[in-house]
């Protein structure tokens, strides 16, 4: 087993593994030596001495592929110390706080595979641009009309940093 912590994530458009960046540049700024993967690419996740897993939400939901990768990695994830994140645009909604509650009921698929000892949910990043399917560009350009939150970037480095430094004595024992 390595002394490395691994990070890992499913993005579709780059923002939740920007914000896995930006926690593992946290954790190696306190020397603690970290691991920054997808998870399509994680090799060997039993050489990890804590895991924590991210993914972005789509339709309410994690990204299908994070949670085949949580439910194949079950066992090993369940020895470790285990904390995961979501990164969505709700709460980057005008007064998004107050769904902060609804939107943490979107990991209880992830605790009912392996319970984390922390939870994170960040408000994301919406680039019309980046999105692949017309339909969803119609779809959020409507609702950016509509008034129902604003194309750019909400992540909330400061908070993230935080999430990461309060982690630090709950992941390493
Ligand atoms: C097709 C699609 C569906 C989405 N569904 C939701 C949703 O149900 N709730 C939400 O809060 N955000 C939703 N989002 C917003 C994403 O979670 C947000 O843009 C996130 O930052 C994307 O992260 P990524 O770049 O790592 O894929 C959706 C985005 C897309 C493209």
Redesign the pocket.
Known sequence: MTENILIT???????????ADAIGKTLSEKGIAVDILPMKDVKDIGQYRAIIAG???????W?PEAIEFLQKNREEISKKPFAAF????????PNGEKYRQG?SE?MEPVRKIARPIKEGIF?????LK??P?FS?RL??KISILMGVWKEGD??NWNEIKQWAEDLIPILIK
């Open positions: 994530y499913a993005s579709r458009t780059g923002t939740t593994a920007g914000v993914s972005a939400i789509q339709a309410s939901k990204l979501q990164v969505c645009m709700t709460l980057a909604m939107v979107w408000a994301g990043r919406l680039d980046s999105l399917s969803d779809k959020f909400h992540r």
